[in-house]
């Protein structure tokens, strides 16, 4: 999957990263590249444009270590976008199939690998998760469909319902519904009638299905070799019956890619598995991760750039370590950790982390210590001028009165952020003497 798109980025980054150094012409010019790259794989004109501005901005603003160059760099930011496009907020959740019977329906159009799937599924569910499957075809205009169902049931050998003639499909998952509670299946699923098109038979007809089936997944599959198609047809779907998840048929072809990367961002649905050919055996779950790696082909630039930015928080957390265990921990430390702290979700996060300091946390968060005062402190410290950063104690009366104001806020505001100071230096120096500070900096880096 993704030959095209690959080697047409790996020589645009082949050339980028035997550049030493790098001017912002150089790297518009490569974004550029990219853009045609990935517009010719078929990704959506806007997720494109996207993608490029928001490298260019992480480019722009990335700090580069000394042993890395500034062409790595770029490759490890497009590496991370990939994912965040592939992915979105986060990894798809795994499938809901508590509660058994757990109905999954099967969406698609006829000829997307619908059937097929299904029975990977159902077979990878059996195989791996040791449950007891029901297949039933709702596929009423199709007896041959009905049947290859049947089939593929036989060969992985789980059951299927039994064909009845003449049954409507909403009639069929009916009785698909009652055999699933009555013989004690884990999973049903429903592998719905395909059409060429969609239309508004299809449509109904999925939705009434639905509403019979209550299904805890609707997974749609679609034909990853269509590009833009496959997005338009998963967005129809969902606006029409909703769906939870999309599976893309036909990944192990030398397809254009471009419906993997644009369908996170146009539809909002996760992608949750990825078909690699004609074998029961050729499905994976989707990791973005792993998808990323494929599409750009440079594990081992990506390898190195982590290193390097692990290596230089590592040092970075040592030299921390060792000023704060000399007790010198001044007002621009304390601007650092509070800015760190709402990287990581406030005081509750972060002091959840620091051994011992669970009870802290609970009295920080009665006191009313979140998000907004942390943001209140670091405006009283910008207010503070360099010397008063460096030495606290040089604040009297009238500078406190100056640093407040400037912040627009109360000198004993800036008196609760003072004895809060003097208590983590304190603290600061006792970790420190004890060991375990470097790592408990580097947990909050
Ligand atoms: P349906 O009409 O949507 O149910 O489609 P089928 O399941 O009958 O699949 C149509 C054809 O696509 C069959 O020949 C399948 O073997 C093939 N197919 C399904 N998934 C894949 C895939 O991931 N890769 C490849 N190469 N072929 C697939």
Same mark, same amino acid.
């Given at each position: 999957m993704f030959e095209s798109l690959s080697d047409r980025l790996g020589s645009v980054f082949d050339r980028l990263t035997k550049?030493?150094?790098?001017?912002?012409?150089?790297?518009?010019?490569?974004?550029?590249?990219?853009?045609?790259?990935?517009?010719?794989a078929d990704v959506s004109l806007p997720v494109a444009r996207d993608f490029i501005k928001r490298v260019q901005d992480k480019a722009t603003g990335a700090a580069v270590t000394k042993s890395i160059t500034p062409g790595q760099m770029v490759v490890k930011i497009v590496h991370d976008e990939l994912i965040r496009v592939l992915e979105g907020d986060g990894p798809a959740d795994a499938l809901k199939i508590d509660n058994p019977p757990a109905a999954i329906l099967m969406v698609g159009l006829q000829g997307s690998g619908k059937t097929?799937?299904?029975?990977?599924?159902?077979?990878?569910?059996?195989?791996?998760?040791?449950?007891?499957?029901?297949?039933?075809?709702?596929?009423?205009?199709?007896?041959?469909?009905?049947e290859q169902l049947a089939i593929l049931a036989g060969q992985i050998g789980v059951d299927s319902l039994p064909i009845v003639k003449g049954e409507s499909a909403v009639q069929i998952a009916r009785r698909a519904k009652t055999q699933a509670a009555m013989g004690g299946y884990d999973v049903l699923f429903l592998d719905t009638a395909g059409r060429l098109h969609i239309d508004e038979v299809l449509m109904d007809e999925v939705q009434a299905v639905r509403d019979i089936a209550q299904p805890r997944e609707t997974l749609l599959v679609v034909d990853g070799l269509t590009g833009q198609d496959a997005v338009n047809v998963a967005a129809e779907f969902d606006g029409k019956v909703g769906i939870s998840g999309v599976v893309l048929?036909?990944?192990?072809?030398?397809?254009?890619?471009?419906a993997a990367l644009s369908m996170r961002a146009v539809t909002g649905k996760p992608i949750r598995f990825v078909g690699l050919g004609e074998k029961m055996d050729a499905l994976e779950t989707f990791e973005a991760g792993r998808v990323a790696g494929r599409i750009l082909?440079?594990?081992?630039?990506?390898?190195?750039?982590?290193?390097?930015?692990?290596?230089?928080?590592?040092?970075?957390?040592?030299?921390?370590?060792?000023?704060?265990?000399?007790?010198?921990?001044? $007002?621009?430390? +304390?601007? *650092?950790? #509070?800015?760190? &702290?709402? !990287? =990581?979700?406030? $005081?509750?996060? +972060?002091? *959840?982390? #620091?051994?011992? &300091?669970? !009870? =802290?946390a609970k009295q920080a968060e009665e006191a009313g210590f979140d998000d907004k &005062?942390?943001?209140?402190?670091?405006?009283?410290?910008?207010?503070?001028?360099?010397?008063?950063?460096?030495?606290?104690?040089?604040l009297a009366a009238s500078r406190k009165k100056r640093i407040a104001a400037g912040a627009g806020l109360e000198v004993s505001e800036l008196n609760r952020l003072l004895k809060q100071h003097k208590q983590m230096a304190e603290m600061m120096k006792k970790m420190g003497k004890g060991g375990g500070m470097k790592q408990a900096i580097r947990q909050m880096m």
């Amino acid at each position: 999957m993704f030959e095209s798109l690959s080697d047409r980025l790996g020589s645009v980054f082949d050339r980028l990263t035997k550049q030493g150094a790098l001017s912002e012409a150089d790297v518009i010019a490569a974004l550029r590249e990219v853009r045609v790259a990935l517009l010719e794989a078929d990704v959506s004109l806007p997720v494109a444009r996207d993608f490029i501005k928001r490298v260019q901005d992480k480019a722009t603003g990335a700090a580069v270590t000394k042993s890395i160059t500034p062409g790595q760099m770029v490759v490890k930011i497009v590496h991370d976008e990939l994912i965040r496009v592939l992915e979105g907020d986060g990894p798809a959740d795994a499938l809901k199939i508590d509660n058994p019977p757990a109905a999954i329906l099967m969406v698609g159009l006829q000829g997307s690998g619908k059937t097929t799937t299904t029975a990977k599924l159902a077979k990878r569910l059996k195989d791996r998760n040791n449950k007891r499957v029901l297949l039933a075809s709702l596929d009423t205009n199709r007896p041959a469909a009905m049947e290859q169902l049947a089939i593929l049931a036989g060969q992985i050998g789980v059951d299927s319902l039994p064909i009845v003639k003449g049954e409507s499909a909403v009639q069929i998952a009916r009785r698909a519904k009652t055999q699933a509670a009555m013989g004690g299946y884990d999973v049903l699923f429903l592998d719905t009638a395909g059409r060429l098109h969609i239309d508004e038979v299809l449509m109904d007809e999925v939705q009434a299905v639905r509403d019979i089936a209550q299904p805890r997944e609707t997974l749609l599959v679609v034909d990853g070799l269509t590009g833009q198609d496959a997005v338009n047809v998963a967005a129809e779907f969902d606006g029409k019956v909703g769906i939870s998840g999309v599976v893309l048929t036909r990944m192990d072809g030398d397809g254009r890619g471009g419906a993997a990367l644009s369908m996170r961002a146009v539809t909002g649905k996760p992608i949750r598995f990825v078909g690699l050919g004609e074998k029961m055996d050729a499905l994976e779950t989707f990791e973005a991760g792993r998808v990323a790696g494929r599409i750009l082909g440079m594990g081992d630039i990506v390898a190195l750039v982590e290193k390097a930015q692990e290596t230089f928080e590592a040092e970075q957390a040592e030299r921390m370590a060792k000023r704060f265990a000399k007790g010198l921990f001044n $007002m621009n430390d +304390l601007k *650092g950790q #509070l800015e760190q &702290m709402i !990287k =990581m979700g406030g $005081m509750q996060g +972060l002091m *959840g982390m #620091l051994p011992g &300091m669970g !009870k =802290m946390a609970k009295q920080a968060e009665e006191a009313g210590f979140d998000d907004k &005062m942390l943001r209140r402190q670091i405006a009283l410290i910008n207010s503070m001028t360099k010397k008063e950063r460096a030495n606290p104690d040089l604040l009297a009366a009238s500078r406190k009165k100056r640093i407040a104001a400037g912040a627009g806020l109360e000198v004993s505001e800036l008196n609760r952020l003072l004895k809060q100071h003097k208590q983590m230096a304190e603290m600061m120096k006792k970790m420190g003497k004890g060991g375990g500070m470097k790592q408990a900096i580097r947990q909050m880096m």
